[in-house]
């Protein structure tokens, strides 16, 4: 891993490492066993962007470009990351106002929901 994050994404992601060690974790690599790429800019999209990958084949998340073609990739700015991950951003209205892009397979990122994540615990 590279520096420390500033991002709140990155909290969330790192709550996310741990869920998909769990039970209900496998659970989810499964059922979607698709592996997405995710670029959190702070504050405008393509901009200082951190890649994280969510690999739902092997039930990982890691920092850093993935390693061959990942099935989606997402674009978010921090704060609409949190809000979809954390189901106040519903995901399709994030798409259609832009706070959102998709590259790769639709199908594969209609698959990614606030299901897979963590239930928010407080932060």
Known sequence: M???STLKSATLL???????????????????????QINIAPKKLGVDEEIYIVDLKKGEVTKGPY?????????FKDDDFVK????????????????MKIKGSLSAAQKFTPD????PSKM
Not at 116 to 119: E, T, V
């Open 2 to 4: 590279s520096s420390p």
């Open 14 to 36: 790192e709550q996310m490492k741990l869920h998909l060690a769990a039970d209900a974790g496998k659970e989810l690599t499964k059922k979607v066993g698709l592996v997405y």
């Open 67 to 75: 390693e061959g073609k990942p099935d989606a990739t997402f674009s």
């Open 84 to 99: 979809v991950a954390t189901g106040k951003m519903n995901p399709q209205i994030a798409f259609m106002r832009g706070a």
């Open 116 to 119: 897979i994540f963590p239930k």
